[in-house]
């Protein structure tokens, strides 16, 4: 079962335009939320994260907002560009796994058309 | 990337066959992971190591199993490949959060797999 869901699984955005990708979770015990950023023919990368103690991170154009009682989080892209379109993947961990063992969502492939 | 690599890149093998993936990273990192990707479910944990000594299943280990020669070397095999196995494998690496803070994955380029 699909711990971590994430939608939608494609978006396409005009250059300019907000990308919002969205993601829940079941399990309460998880506590560190990071979005992974995958180019084609790369393997992904860290793109930022939240803890729950915070209901939105900002850096540069990405931002996540996170909403604890309803287990969702999302991720917004302002003025999206065309480099921006990419693999998207939403994850969350747990101290009880150490911290280090990652769930991730399905994904979200991002096209941002110039 | 660089700092995490994957061989083969691309292998094509024919059902039954034995195949072992390899992963070798130069980060000094303690651990590492295999995770499956297939479109539509996103990264799924195949094992993970925390150390040459400490071996971990992950979601989806059946069919699989996992060497660690060293703390950079860590190897999956697949004993006896079946078409469902054909994916794109990545390998990562992590080190402990310090300060209560979290790992960051470092992940390779990859490796695409086709069974036939």
């Known amino acids: 079962q699909q711990q971590v869901k994430q939608s939608p699984q494609s978006l396409i955005v005009q250059k300019g335009g907000i990308s919002i990708i969205n993601c829940a979770y079941e399990?309460?015990?998880?506590?560190?939320f990071p979005w992974y950023q995958q180019f084609p023919g790369k393997g992904p990368a860290l793109l930022i994260a939240?803890?729950?103690?915070?209901s939105e991170k900002k850096e540069g154009r990405f931002t996540i907002s996170f909403n604890k009682s309803a287990k969702q989080f999302s991720l917004h892209i302002m003025d999206s560009q065309p480099g921006d379109s990419a693999t998207y993947f939403c994850?969350?961990?747990?101290?009880?796994?150490?911290?280090?063992?990652?769930?991730f969502g399905e994904g979200t492939q991002l096209t941002v058309n110039p | 990337d660089a700092d995490v690599t994957q061989t083969p890149r691309n292998r094509i093998t024919k059902t039954g066959k034995r195949i072992m993936l390899e992963c070798s990273q130069t980060?000094?990192?303690?651990?590492m992971y295999w995770y499956r990707q297939d479109p539509g479910l996103g990264l799924q944990l195949i094992y993970y190591?925390?150390?040459?000594?400490?071996?971990n299943k992950g979601e989806i280990s059946d069919g699989y199993s996992v060497s660690r020669q060293a703390q950079a070397k860590f190897s999956l095999s697949l004993e006896s490949a079946i078409p469902n196995q054909t994916a794109l494998y990545f390998c990562?690496?992590?080190?402990f959060g310090a300060g209560g803070g979290r790992d960051t994955q470092y992940f390779g380029p990859g490796t695409r797999l086709t069974v036939l």
């Open positions: 399990n309460t015990a998880f506590d560190y």
């Open positions: 980060k000094g990192h303690d651990r």
């Open positions: 190591s925390f150390d040459v000594k400490d071996i």
């Open positions: 939240i803890r729950p103690d915070v």
């Open positions: 994850a969350a961990s747990s101290q009880e796994t150490s911290g280090s063992r990652l769930t």
């Open positions: 990562a690496t992590s080190d």
